[in-house]
């Protein structure tokens, strides 16, 4: 393998980068992106004691009820079948997260439009692996509730179990219209460019959130990766997963896809990056401990450097909308 070249990393101003630069990044995310909503529909594990129960708790510890709070499980979610259910779930807000960046309203994130199509075809196909995952569950349900029954106690009671688990464990996903309203334009001018001005700082605070997502990204990949390639107190080298350098690797694809190019010197860090650790892999990084020592300080340089950057986060106060009230929504 050729040898690595060092290349100084300059001194990077706080992060927000030259206004120009913010600005066309905020008209970018306008004209590329697609805002997109996740929402699930969840069956609730977790039920508060009614009044007579929480007494009942409250007078073991003698405490007055009104100042216990108290809850219980309907069933065991530590199951095989549920943790199914739970593990696909978990597997649609990563992927939904990973193809978007953050939006400054619930439940919204910014994906690519060109992404659009990949994205719908990914949620359908994660939508029935949920709808499988559930009916399995629901093949097992009546033994839940048995040993609900057991387990409860005087607790237990048959009125919080629906008969069926069928359609209380759902995904839907919608493309919101965040631009104002053609019509306010007309109906009135005023009203129509204060709109104009509101969007506009949320999508100046999402350039902002996308930059502040990537640094604490970055930052915590890259101090993972040099802290395991140092050594033990008795000079050993550390071991480390391949994990660690897949992981770096993953986000500089990430980040080529989403970057907003709103800042060269977080631009230039993560080129920086990509070239210290290009062509090695986690073996190389085992078997070759000069090798090892020399990525180890090329990625602590781009450690400090990333450390210098500081996110700015808008001072205008943003109006946000409702949470959405008919299900539970990821942020």
Do not use: C
Not at 147 to 156: N, T
Not at 223 to 249: C, M, Q
Not at 279 to 301: C, K, W
Request: proline share 6%; aromatic share 8%.
């Amino acid at each position: 393998m050729s040898a690595l070249v060092a290349s100084h990393v300059p001194a990077s101003p706080a992060l927000g980068g030259p206004t120009g630069s913010h600005d066309e990044a905020v008209r970018r995310l306008r004209s590329e992106m697609a805002p997109v909503r996740l929402s699930f529909t969840w069956f609730g594990i977790n039920k508060s004691l009614n009044a007579e129960q929480k007494a009942r708790a409250a007078a073991t510890f003698e405490a007055d009820a009104p100042f216990v709070s108290a809850g219980k499980k309907l069933f065991d979610t530590k199951v095989p079948t549920y943790r199914a259910v739970s593990a696909v779930r978990t597997k649609i807000i990563e992927s939904w997260r990973g193809m978007s960046l953050p939006f400054p309203e619930p439940g919204v994130r910014l994906l690519r439009r060109d992404q659009v199509e990949a994205f719908l075809s990914l949620m359908t196909d994660y939508r029935i692996e949920l709808a499988d995952a559930v009916a399995e569950l629901d093949r097992h349900y009546a033994d839940l509730r048995e040993a609900a029954a057991r387990q409860l106690g005087d607790l237990f009671d048959p009125n919080d179990y629906p008969a069926s688990l069928t359609g209380l464990f759902d995904v839907s996903w919608d493309f919101p219209n965040i631009e104002p309203p053609g019509y306010l334009l007309a109906m009135s001018p005023a009203l129509y460019r204060d709109e104009q001005r509101r969007v506009r700082e949320r999508f100046d605070e999402a350039v902002r959130l996308a930059e502040e997502a990537f640094v604490a990204e970055f930052g915590r990949l890259v101090a993972h990766l040099t802290e395991r390639l140092g050594t033990e107190a008795d000079g050993s080298p550390r071991v480390f997963r391949d994990s660690a350098v897949g992981n770096l690797g993953a986000f500089f694809e990430r980040f080529r896809q989403l970057d907003v190019r709103s800042h060269e010197q977080l631009d230039a860090l993560v080129t920086e990056a990509q070239r210290i650790v290009r062509g090695i892999g986690p073996q190389d990084l085992r078997d070759r401990r000069e090798l090892r020592q020399h990525v180890a300080e090329r990625l602590g340089q781009v450690r400090t450097e990333l450390d210098t950057l500081v996110v700015e986060r808008p001072r205008r106060r943003v109006l946000r909308g409702p949470s959405p009230s008919s299900s539970s929504s990821e942020g």
